[in-house]
């Protein structure tokens, strides 16, 4: 009988094996990180509304290369590039849709917002956006393109509607989550503020 000598496997081998092991299995080592967007800082302003309106925030409709958990960087006109270790915390237009309602609460301001869906009673201008581009190129500038509409709260009536173009300059050069998500929040900062102001401006149209 011949007997087997067990000699520990030096490290580097080891190594190698919990790596091939872990690539056959399919197994990803990298967790994600997630990001949520950056709510407004800019300080309330004077109400225009009687007592604070009820302001309800509908679905925002978003394009479907943005519908992905990954976040998206635009490498140029045809391409977009996904930074799978770098995902957003919800959907993104779940995101957008928070976020914008956050900021109205403190644009208007008001402490009475709905999301998705509400009573007649419960408020008095609906906000809908629909966004037909949002993008970061890889040296941070950012691109946000949407159209909008403030109506009654059954939809039945328009007070303002329109169409919304920024681009941001980018606070640093390169592709990274921080940058990404920080653009993000400040495009839809800005037009959580386009939106605020013609919201103020429908005070009196009841």
């Known amino acids: 009988m011949i007997a087997l000598l067990r000699r520990p496997l030096?490290?580097?081998?080891?190594?190698?094996?919990?790596?091939?092991?872990?690539?056959?299995?399919?197994?990803?080592?990298?967790?994600?990180?997630?990001?949520?967007?950056?709510?407004?800082?800019?300080?309330?302003?004077?109400?225009?509304?009687?007592?604070?309106?009820?302001?309800?925030?509908?679905?925002?409709?978003?394009?479907?290369?943005?519908?992905?958990?990954?976040?998206?960087?635009?490498?140029?006109?045809?391409?977009?590039?996904?930074?799978?270790?770098?995902?957003?915390?919800?959907?993104?237009?779940?995101?957008i849709q928070r976020s914008l309602a956050e900021n109205l609460s403190t644009l208007v301001p008001t402490d009475s917002i709905r999301l998705s869906s509400w009573l007649k009673d419960e408020v008095n201008r609906s906000v809908s956006v629909t966004v037909e581009r949002l993008d970061v190129t890889p040296e941070g500038q950012g691109t946000l393109v949407v159209w909008w509409r403030v109506t009654s709260s059954d939809g039945s009536k328009t007070y303002k509607d329109g169409e919304i173009r920024i681009t941001q300059k980018p606070a640093s050069p390169g592709v990274h989550p921080e940058g990404v998500a920080d653009t993000v929040s400040q495009l839809v900062a800005q037009m959580s503020q386009v939106l605020a102001q013609a919201i103020r401006a429908t005070a009196n149209q009841d």
């Open 10 to 95: 030096p490290a580097s081998l080891i190594l190698v094996a919990l790596v091939a092991s872990g690539c056959l299995m399919g197994r990803n080592t990298v967790t994600p990180r997630q990001f949520v967007l950056s709510p407004i800082v800019t300080p309330p302003t004077t109400e225009a509304f009687a007592k604070p309106p009820g302001i309800g925030v509908a679905l925002v409709r978003v394009p479907g290369y943005l519908q992905r958990a990954s976040m998206a960087v635009r490498k140029d006109n045809n391409e977009m590039v996904y930074l799978d270790a770098a995902v957003w915390a919800e959907r993104l237009d779940s995101l």
